[in-house]
């Protein structure tokens, strides 16, 4: 079993940053694998950023240039720092990995 646990969500202003933490434990070995997604109201829920198995990062079309997606092993952490936010970027991030999912934090951006 893995536990995910996010946080770091807010409200936030078109142009503005919010770092995103997702805090793993359980049966987890290291931090790759785990990524970030997010669902939008009436919206399926998409991939936005993960680490490889190799420990390289992926990002969506959508976010490239303005999140980057980091990671902690000693502390089996994991985070978004996301940047110039737009009003399109409002929604619930969720992390995963393996299937595993945590609950959600809620990011809203302001026009």
């Known amino acids: 079993q893995v536990q995910l646990v996010e946080s770091g969500g807010g409200l936030v202003q078109a142009g503005g940053s919010l770092r995103l933490s997702c805090a793993a434990s359980g049966r987890i070995f290291n931090i790759n694998g785990m990524g970030w997604y997010r669902q939008a109201p009436g919206k399926q829920r998409e991939l936005v950023a993960f680490?490889?198995?190799?420990?390289?990062?992926n990002y969506a079309n959508s976010v490239k240039g303005r999140f980057t997606i980091s990671g902690d092993n000693a502390k089996n952490t994991v985070y978004l720092q996301m940047d110039s936010l737009k009003p399109e970027d409002t929604a619930v991030y969720y992390c995963?990995?393996?299937?595993?999912w945590g609950q959600g934090t809620q990011v809203t951006v302001s026009s």
């Open positions: 680490i490889t198995s190799g420990g390289s990062t």
């Open positions: 995963d990995y393996g299937g595993f």
